[in-house]
């Protein structure tokens, strides 16, 4: 599972992501929490935090995420946080467009079936 643009790849953290991408670097609390939830609700891997990477050097430049699934009103919340040499080049916006917009298609998806 990725989310795939000319610049950007993002995949969703699991304990192999962070093991394989952040090589012992120091990882937020709210990932720490989510990978470890993720051991036992496996239902919950793609409604948590996403790594963002540049597609071509492989450098992480952040990561973007709900909150967890959608609530009885079928709300979530996003969370992102980009690293700053990544920041004030339109990478953000580009992060949350694809990020949303897949989604989004996959409810509609999920609709109409």
Aim: no cysteine.
């Amino acid at each position: 599972m990725e989310l795939l643009t000319d610049r950007l790849r993002l995949i969703p953290f699991t304990e192999e992501t962070v093991n394989e991408y952040l090589h012992g670097e120091e990882i937020g609390p709210h990932i720490q929490m989510f990978v470890k939830e993720l051991k036992y609700d496996p239902s919950l891997l793609g409604w948590g935090v996403w790594l963002v990477l540049d597609k071509k050097t492989k450098t992480v430049l952040g990561d973007i995420g709900f909150k967890g699934k959608p609530d009885a009103e079928n709300q979530v919340e996003v969370g992102y946080g980009i690293r700053s040499f990544a920041q004030n080049n339109g990478i953000t916006d580009r992060i949350v467009y694809v990020y949303l917009s897949s989604v989004l298609r996959k409810v509609i998806n999920a609709q109409s079936a």
